[in-house]
């Protein structure tokens, strides 16, 4: 696709998001309801399948046209698993599996909690208990990647009698987050997926996909900081007027900045070899711009921003869990940080220049 | 508030062509750094663009790499802004001694081929793209720092040109430089304070030019304090505009806050680390990956500036914003050798305490020259709106 996709792409999404994402739909939300025609309407409008190859009925874009979509369930803090389901399609159509409606719950493996994949004949049977999934009591597939006999497998399984909502809870922002049992579940479709996708895949997607999530809803606080200090009046004057206020919104803006080019970075390098490194790259970034610019948004607010009535908790709450959900910051720089050292000084300049080649 | 995207772009093959090619050429002129070898001297002015050697940077001339971007009707090369950030990386990654040229090259000459009599131009760029010709920067006072507008260095019209009188300071590499471009007051200030200013090229083996050298607290000789007495200057040698000095000087300082030099400087730091460091500590190897996202993110934000400068874009919030994280990030490199390795720094008997000794020392300056954090901080607030 070309880049006037992408635009057109998030033309649509803000149109929608703006006018339909407002304070009574996301508290609604965290009362544990499911805003099932806002679900309705970005499936309709094609955003969950942006990642899905046209024959699949989706849109053929790659993950620079699924930034923007990402990018708005941030910025407009949408309580809907529209990143989860996008990056559950793009996995099973990638591994050549169907891609069917509705909302995916995504799983990984070696993630918390312990899940046992067994192949008898030719079937794939899952038992275990899967933490923490998000939107898992809302799924109506659930997208699994895993390792069996040492091959690396992405399963699709539809919720049923050998599948339970074990306990139901949720992050810091009150999305969803469940844990789901499997009991013995034959996976409706498998295939093994070894030279089509990173290691992990559900948790590499997953950390780029709450990064750029992250730049989003980051904009989002930054604005409302910006806006916030020009109206807010102290000691006679807007409160933007002192440099103190001035210099923490600067700083955040860098932060937000940085967390937003190496979001775009990632995606751009999702189509090539090895896009491990720059996903970390990004989790590590968008990490630490979130807790930077939570941090700061509160501080400019005040007490007013400490308060469930006002607006800035959808975003900050949401930089705060998104931070922590597919590995933080030090879990990713630990893996990239061994991985430098091993290949040593003299290689890193070229591993450095290498991947900013076209 | 404005818009501060940075597009990120990647190097087209011309552009990694070039790279090997300066590799090649690097790798001969000098030898490429050695794991735990100690290079003594020479290492300190790796990546800082410290080292000059006037002898190299006619090498340089001669590969058509200097002035690489401005036409070749002036000795340029009529090169992409990409190409020549391509070079530039590479030169300072590798630790070549580009001091003496740096500045003519990347501020002057560019400032000259827009601004200059078409004698000055012919005269001099060629020069400054052979490697010989250097020239400095003259803006800072001992008064006026941050506060730039308040200079009082002056110049008075004379017959033929102008009388120069006044004092710069902190005047970098200005013991080997040929000329300084100065910015000076030559009427009143006006309600803006930044009217009455204006640029000039003053020769510095002129009658009444007086250099003092200062030294830094490492004790080398790095600055000049610069005292001009009665200096004649020709009224060709007034750059751009009278009373333009200001908008021509602000757009000289945003196109260069986010080049390749405003992350590198702690690079020779950085990969001495890498060497000394255990993969199977987890203190090490959390901080140093914290440090390769950090300089990964920063060189995809300064090579989207440079992409912007190709095509046109006026980058300047976009540069601010580069040249804060950039400086920020090389202050952090030697902060966290300390805080990751047990180093008594007085024997300094190996490349990484001998790096480690010297960026210490000198990163306080990373956030000072080129416009303060402070100052810094500032443009950005103004360019999201609340100043
Ligand atoms: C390595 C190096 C090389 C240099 N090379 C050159 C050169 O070649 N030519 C040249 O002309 N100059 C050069 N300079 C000088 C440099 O441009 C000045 O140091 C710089 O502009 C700051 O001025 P100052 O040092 O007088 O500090 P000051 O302006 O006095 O600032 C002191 C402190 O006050 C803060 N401050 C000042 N104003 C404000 C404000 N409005 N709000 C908040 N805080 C403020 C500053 O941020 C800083 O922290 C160089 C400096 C360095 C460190």
């Not at chain 2, 090498?59 to 002035?67: D, N, P």
Request: charged fraction near 25%; hydrophobic fraction near 40%.
């Amino acid at each position: 696709m070309m880049s006037s996709a992408r635009d057109m792409i998030a033309e649509s999404v803000k149109r929608i998001f703006e006018e339909r994402v407002d304070t009574k739909l996301q508290r609604d939300a965290e009362e544990g309801h499911w805003q099932a025609s806002l679900w309705k309407l970005v499936e309709e409008s094609g955003f969950t399948r942006v990642l899905t190859p046209e024959k699949l009925g989706g849109t053929g874009g790659g993950w620079t046209d699924a930034y923007p979509v990402m990018h708005a369930v941030g910025y407009w803090r949408v309580p809907l698993p529209i990143v989860e389901t996008m990056i559950g399609n793009d996995l099973l159509a990638r591994a050549g599996l169907d891609v069917n409606d509705g909302a995916v719950g995504l799983i990984q493996q070696d993630g918390q909690g312990s899940l046992n994949l067994a192949l008898e004949g030719k079937q794939l049977r899952v038992s275990g208990l899967a933490k923490s999934v998000p939107w898992g009591r809302n799924a109506q597939t659930f997208v699994l990647s895993g390792q069996v006999d040492g091959r690396q497998v992405i399963a699709r399984l539809n919720p049923g009698k050998q599948i339970a909502v074990h306990r139901e809870g949720h992050n810091m922002a009150k999305e969803h987050r469940d844990h789901i049992r499997f009991d013995g579940c034959a996976a409706e479709e498998f295939a093994y997926a070894d030279e089509l996708l990173t290691e992990e895949a559900v948790k590499t997607h997953g950390a780029l996909g709450r990064a750029i999530a992250i730049s989003g809803a980051a904009e989002s606080a930054l604005a409302q900081s910006v806006r916030y200090s020009t109206e807010r009046v102290q000691f006679g004057r807007a409160i933007a007027r002192f440099q103190a206020i001035q210099h923490m919104l600067a700083v955040f803006a860098c932060e937000t900045t940085s967390a937003v080019v190496a979001s775009e970075a990632a995606c751009d390098s999702m189509h090539k070899k090895n896009p491990r490194n720059q996903i970390a790259v990004a989790k590590i970034k968008a990490g630490q711009a979130a807790g930077v610019g939570a941090r700061i948004a509160h501080q400019v607010h005040g007490a007013f921003g400490m308060t469930y009535e006002h607006t800035l908790h959808f975003a900050t709450r949401r930089m705060w869990a998104w931070r922590s959900e597919y590995g933080s910051e030090s879990t990713w720089a630990e893996e990239i940080g061994a991985q430098a050292i091993r290949r040593g000084g003299e290689n890193f300049w070229a591993d450095v220049t290498a991947r900013s080649a076209a | 508030m404005q818009d501060i995207s940075i597009r990120t772009c990647r190097f087209d093959e011309q552009c990694e062509a070039l790279r090997q090619e300066v590799r090649e050429f690097m790798a001969q002129e000098l030898p490429p750094r050695k794991k735990g070898a100690s290079e003594s001297g020479a290492v300190l002015s790796k990546g800082s663009a410290r080292g000059v050697d006037p002898e190299f940077s006619r090498k340089l001339g001669k590969r058509g790499w200097i002035g690489m971007a401005w036409s070749s009707q002036y000795g340029g090369h009529a090169r992409s802004p990409l190409e020549r950030y391509v070079l530039t990386e590479e030169l300072l990654a590798a630790g070549a001694p580009v001091g003496a040229h740096w500045i003519a090259d990347r501020q002057y000459g560019p400032l000259l081929v827009r601004y200059a009599s078409e004698n000055i131009k012919n005269d001099l760029l060629p020069r400054i793209a052979r490697g010989e010709l250097y020239i400095c920067v003259g803006m800072s006072e001992s008064d006026s720092g941050s506060d730039l507008a308040s200079l009082r260095t002056r110049a008075e019209r004379t017959k033929g040109g102008w009388l120069i009188n006044g004092r710069k300071t902190w005047n970098s590499a200005s013991q080997w430089s040929h000329y300084m471009v100065a910015l000076v007051r030559t009427g009143a200030a006006g309600e803006t304070r930044h009217g009455g200013l204006t640029q000039f090229l003053i020769d510095l083996k002129a009658p009444g030019v007086s250099l003092r050298p200062v030294r830094i607290l490492t004790g080398e000789h790095r600055w000049n304090e610069v005292t001009f007495d009665d200096v004649f200057v020709p009224d060709d040698h007034l750059i751009g505009e009278e009373g333009k000095g200001w908008a021509q000087v602000t757009t000289e300082l945003g196109f260069e806050r986010s080049g390749p030099e405003r992350y590198l400087s702690s690079l020779y730091l950085l990969l001495e680390m890498l060497d000394a460091a255990d993969p199977d500590n987890p203190r090490h190897a959390v901080a140093l990956g914290r440090l390769v996202a950090d300089m990964t993110t920063i060189r995809q934000m300064s090579i989207g500036v440079a992409g912007m400068l190709t095509r046109g874009e006026n980058p300047g919030l976009a540069a601010s914003v580069v040249k804060e994280l950039g400086t920020t990030f090389e202050q952090q490199i030697p902060e966290v050798a300390h805080e990751i390795f047990d180093m008594d720094l007085s024997a300094l008997e190996s490349p990484l305490e001998e790096m480690m000794s010297f960026l210490v020392q000198t990163a306080p300056s990373f956030s000072i020259r080129g416009g303060t954090r402070e100052i810094l901080r500032g443009i950005i607030a103004r360019g999201l709106g609340v100043r």
